[in-house]
């Protein structure tokens, strides 16, 4: 009871929507919105089943209904957004439990598709050869050298960061004296989060050549603006700081094959639509952000960094990393792992000799 004599309010006669609402509620606290976004959106759609199902309270919930849900998402969805969704299911009913508000232990009987892999991921990037044609492209230019599109490449493929980062540096984030870097910050409260908030907070150091194309784009190229909270944006859109799909665009127009060569897919360049502001993303050879990021981390690793420092310079973990970016072909693993061996492990085997 009450210290007014009137009874609170059960937490199993909370509706599915309710309790969904107050989770969310806790989760904003520790998480980005993009991720409260996601969260939100997969859990509209267990809600709406509840409701087709009669399903009025969450005390009602049985093992049983939440074998009926997966076997309902399961042939609608592939197995990746499936377990995706399962998994946020499963939090969702942790923190009921913690309510006391469905039995203990329900979210143990929620099941989690046993993916490999392989099947969790995209193996589309941007392959280390085509980067290089870019690049090459854009340095050697008198036409391109130093514009928005260059300066977005060099920084997406030498820094291996993600879309969010690249939309949050400003002017101030930049060094390109002779020990050129770029330092990422966490800036919630002026929009520009970073997806592990201060965890996210570093410094990357930059090629020379990256460098250089920056100092150019910020001379000759970019727009002198600031963004609605008075910052000055290193990329900059005419009227501020993009928005993520502006990134997402310019991403797609910096990685038209042809602005290195010939149209792989056999169109007219000077007719093809692809090339436009509006379409460059239906080239089968652009790529987005996070398939630059893949491409760079898997260049990365092939040239030898070990896992550790390219998850620190891109801001990952270890295990992300080998389950989601790393999409070297079989030959390039095998290669790689014959250079740690010698690197690492050739002056101990040296040391397995037997002395006299």
Known sequence: MTRGGRRRGDPTELSPREACQRYLRRRRSDSTEKSVHGWEYRLKLFVEWCDSVGIETVGELRGYDLDEYYEMRSAEIAPATLEGEMWTLKMLFEFLEDLEAVDQDLSEKIRIPDLDPEDRSNDTKLAADKAAALLSYYRESDRD?????????????????????????????????????????????????????????????????????????????????????????????????????TIRVWSYLATLPCSYGMCPHEKDIEKCDWNEYAHASKCPSSRSPHQIRTGSITWHLNRGWPPEDVAERVNSSVSTIEDHYDKADPEQRRRRLRNRM???????????????
Do not use: C, M
Request: proline share 7%.
């Open 145 to 245: 050298y130093g514009t928005r599109q260059h300066a977005f490449l060099e920084l997406a493929w030498n820094t291996g960061a993600r879309q969010g980062g690249l939309r949050a540096l400003d002017l101030r984030d930049t060094e390109l004296g002779s020990s050129p870097y770029v330092e990422f910050r966490h800036r919630p409260e002026t929009d520009t989060p970073l997806k592990n908030k201060r965890r996210g907070e570093r410094p990357v150091a930059l090629p020379r050549e990256t460098a250089d194309a920056l100092e150019a784009y910020i001379n000759g190229r970019r727009y002198d603006v600031r963004d609605e909270h008075g910052r000055q944006p290193l990329l900059a859109s005419a009227s501020g700081r993009p928005t993520t799909n």
């Open 342 to 356: 010698e690197d690492r492990r050739r002056p101990l085997i040296n040391e397995l000799e037997f002395t006299q």
